[in-house]
């Protein structure tokens, strides 16, 4: 196996971290990775992450920092945006915050007081941590409001967000999330919004690869502003992005530098500027219509094989399944998946009980093993797989018989850059 650096420097340097940088390498390829906000990264994305950008300081924007020698920065700033300027058909782009919490941070100081009403999809019904919820700084400093799904379709309630809006007056409506496998409704919340005076604000950390992809409708045409992230279904290095309108653009500059955060991290705008270009590619849309493909695959053999999917399939990369007929938690077939080579991670369900560290449900997404190749048959096999290991969680020659066929997919398809 070549090694996952381009060069042997870290290895004199710092055996000891190069050590752990390997074991990490041997461990995702030898994983099949099916969390759902996890992908494996090209070889010029990871280049770009790598380079000496990481040296230069360039607080401000292209044609506007504090630092003199930010020519060439600015115009990779420049391209960066420009390039999700196209992908997105959006007026306005910010790609410096380092992550999507911290893009979500920014949005919010732009665009509301604090002490204002927010009205989001609760986190144990598949929203995000930064909308809203009590342990995190938007639950803090805002007043949250939540919407869910119906207890039977396992949708979102349309009607029962009207009311609430209606109801709670938000200043600001945020629409995404993180464990919802259905195409969500942007023009029904930009209606709602509308019509109670809120701003609209659309997350799509997880889709936006299917939105560029043409397999998730946008959000652009319907929201003030639609934050992101470019490390799941973009397929891009760690970080965040915003798009707005044209009307919110000084806001949301000034709410990430100066209002939220420092230099920004230019090796990894470059990497998202190499992200943004492979997005750009005819392969793309392919790629995105595969991860669509091969996540109803898993539905439909989960449902096959009486598993209890919420929402009964999905739309997107990802399949949410509620464990409670199985007689297991989340945490323990999270722990038995990994025994078995195979990393997917536990998940609240709609209406679940359980606190988030043990979980009723399990959350399987297919962007990484799409990224890696795995044909109709093996996404299949890989469902079945799971299948056997959560019917014996215990058992140990269920697992090395799923692990075996774990480490003969995965010696097929290696991850990019031992390819
Ligand atoms: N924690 C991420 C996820 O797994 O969905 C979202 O930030």
Redesign the pocket.
Same mark, same amino acid.
């Given at each position: 196996m070549k090694s996952a650096l381009t060069r042997d420097a870290l290895r004199s340097t710092d055996p000891e971290l190069f050590d752990l940088v390997e074991r990490e390498h041997r461990r995702q390829a030898s994983t099949i990775d099916l969390?759902? $906000?996890e992908n494996h990264v090209s070889r010029a994305v990871r280049e770009a992450l790598g380079s000496l950008l990481t040296d230069k300081y360039a607080e401000g924007y292209p044609g506007r920092r504090y630092y003199s020698g930010c020519d060439v920065v600015d115009e990779i700033e420049s391209l960066a945006i420009s390039r999700a300027k196209t992908l997105f058909g959006a007026d306005h782009v910010n790609v410096q915050p380092h992550s999507? =919490?911290q893009a979500n941070f920014a949005a919010y100081l732009a665009l509301i007081p604090s002490g204002a009403t927010i009205l989001a999809m609760d986190l144990s019904h598949g929203g #995000?941590?930064t909308h809203g919820a009590a342990v995190s700084f938007s639950g803090k400093l805002f007043r949250a409001a939540t919407y869910g799904v119906d207890r039977k379709t396992g949708v979102i309630d349309y009607e029962h967000v009207r009311s609430l809006a209606s109801h709670q007056r938000p200043s600001l409506i945020i629409a995404g999330a $993180? =464990?919802y496998p259905r195409i969500i409704d942007f023009s029904i919340f930009s209606e709602i919004a509308r019509d109670v005076g809120a701003l609209l604000m659309v997350d799509i950390? #997880?889709i936006g690869g299917l939105i560029v992809g043409g397999v998730h409708p946008s959000p652009v045409p319907y929201a003030d502003v639609v934050t992101g992230?470019t490390q799941?279904t973009l397929r891009g290095p760690r970080g965040g992005f915003i798009l707005s309108r044209e009307a919110y653009a000084a806001k949301i500059d000034s709410a990430v530098f100066p209002g939220s955060q420092g230099g920004p991290l230019m090796h990894s705008i470059a990497a998202k500027a190499v992200s943004f270009l492979e997005a750009q590619q005819p392969s793309f849309k392919e790629y995105a219509r595969a991860i669509v493909a091969n996540a109803r695959i898993v539905a439909e053999v989960f449902l096959d094989e009486g598993l209890r999917v919420v929402s009964g399939g999905t739309d997107n990369h990802l399949v949410l399944v509620d464990l409670a007929n199985l007689g297991i938690t989340g945490r323990e077939a999270q722990d038995a998946l990994e025994r078995a080579g195979i990393a997917a991670?536990r998940n609240k369900v709609p209406y679940d009980t359980r606190s988030a560290m043990i979980a009723g449900g399990l959350r399987v997404g297919t962007p990484a093993i799409t990224t890696r190749g795995f044909s109709a048959d093996e996404v299949r096999l890989v469902a079945r797989c799971i299948c056997e290991v959560l019917r014996e969680p215990t058992s140990e020659l269920a697992r090395d018989r799923v692990h075996r066929a774990v480490l003969e997919m995965c010696e097929r398809h290696p991850i990019p850059g031992d390819d």
């Amino acid at each position: 196996m070549k090694s996952a650096l381009t060069r042997d420097a870290l290895r004199s340097t710092d055996p000891e971290l190069f050590d752990l940088v390997e074991r990490e390498h041997r461990r995702q390829a030898s994983t099949i990775d099916l969390i759902a $906000s996890e992908n494996h990264v090209s070889r010029a994305v990871r280049e770009a992450l790598g380079s000496l950008l990481t040296d230069k300081y360039a607080e401000g924007y292209p044609g506007r920092r504090y630092y003199s020698g930010c020519d060439v920065v600015d115009e990779i700033e420049s391209l960066a945006i420009s390039r999700a300027k196209t992908l997105f058909g959006a007026d306005h782009v910010n790609v410096q915050p380092h992550s999507g =919490s911290q893009a979500n941070f920014a949005a919010y100081l732009a665009l509301i007081p604090s002490g204002a009403t927010i009205l989001a999809m609760d986190l144990s019904h598949g929203g #995000h941590l930064t909308h809203g919820a009590a342990v995190s700084f938007s639950g803090k400093l805002f007043r949250a409001a939540t919407y869910g799904v119906d207890r039977k379709t396992g949708v979102i309630d349309y009607e029962h967000v009207r009311s609430l809006a209606s109801h709670q007056r938000p200043s600001l409506i945020i629409a995404g999330a $993180s =464990s919802y496998p259905r195409i969500i409704d942007f023009s029904i919340f930009s209606e709602i919004a509308r019509d109670v005076g809120a701003l609209l604000m659309v997350d799509i950390a #997880h889709i936006g690869g299917l939105i560029v992809g043409g397999v998730h409708p946008s959000p652009v045409p319907y929201a003030d502003v639609v934050t992101g992230t470019t490390q799941k279904t973009l397929r891009g290095p760690r970080g965040g992005f915003i798009l707005s309108r044209e009307a919110y653009a000084a806001k949301i500059d000034s709410a990430v530098f100066p209002g939220s955060q420092g230099g920004p991290l230019m090796h990894s705008i470059a990497a998202k500027a190499v992200s943004f270009l492979e997005a750009q590619q005819p392969s793309f849309k392919e790629y995105a219509r595969a991860i669509v493909a091969n996540a109803r695959i898993v539905a439909e053999v989960f449902l096959d094989e009486g598993l209890r999917v919420v929402s009964g399939g999905t739309d997107n990369h990802l399949v949410l399944v509620d464990l409670a007929n199985l007689g297991i938690t989340g945490r323990e077939a999270q722990d038995a998946l990994e025994r078995a080579g195979i990393a997917a991670n536990r998940n609240k369900v709609p209406y679940d009980t359980r606190s988030a560290m043990i979980a009723g449900g399990l959350r399987v997404g297919t962007p990484a093993i799409t990224t890696r190749g795995f044909s109709a048959d093996e996404v299949r096999l890989v469902a079945r797989c799971i299948c056997e290991v959560l019917r014996e969680p215990t058992s140990e020659l269920a697992r090395d018989r799923v692990h075996r066929a774990v480490l003969e997919m995965c010696e097929r398809h290696p991850i990019p850059g031992d390819d």
